[in-house]
């Protein structure tokens, strides 16, 4: 079945950098495109970063341009997010989905904090 296992959270802080991975099995990874999303307790789940299925194309929330980066690696079936310049507000549990699939990971804590 699908499974996605989200790691490399933790606590960090202002101004610092975190690079999370999402391991995915059970699907044909290199022909999906991923998601990055986060949530918080008083927050609706909220989208953060998209790849394409060949790593060309990226896109990103207003909210984390210029200081997230996303990447895969087919080989690996993995997807990253690298965050740098962290803010207290980018504190969240993160997930990430393979779009059309509707199956979610348990999620990475990052917690920004001086």
């Known amino acids: 079945q699908v499974q996605l296992v989200e790691s490399g959270g933790g606590l960090v802080q202002p101004g610092g950098s975190l690079r999370l991975s999402c391991a995915a099995s059970g699907f044909t990874f290199s022909r999906y495109t991923m998601r990055w999303y986060r949530q918080t307790p008083e927050k609706e789940r909220e989208w953060v970063a998209y790849i394409s299925s060949t790593g060309g194309s990226t896109m990103y929330a207003d909210s984390v341009k210029g200081r997230f980066t996303i990447s895969r690696d087919i080989a690996k079936n993995t997807v990253y997010l690298e965050m740098n310049s962290l803010k207290p507000e980018d504190t969240a549990t993160y997930y990430c989905?393979?779009?059309?699939?509707?199956?979610w990971g348990q999620g990475t804590q990052v917690i920004v904090s001086s």
């Open positions: 989905n393979a779009a059309g699939l509707n199956a």
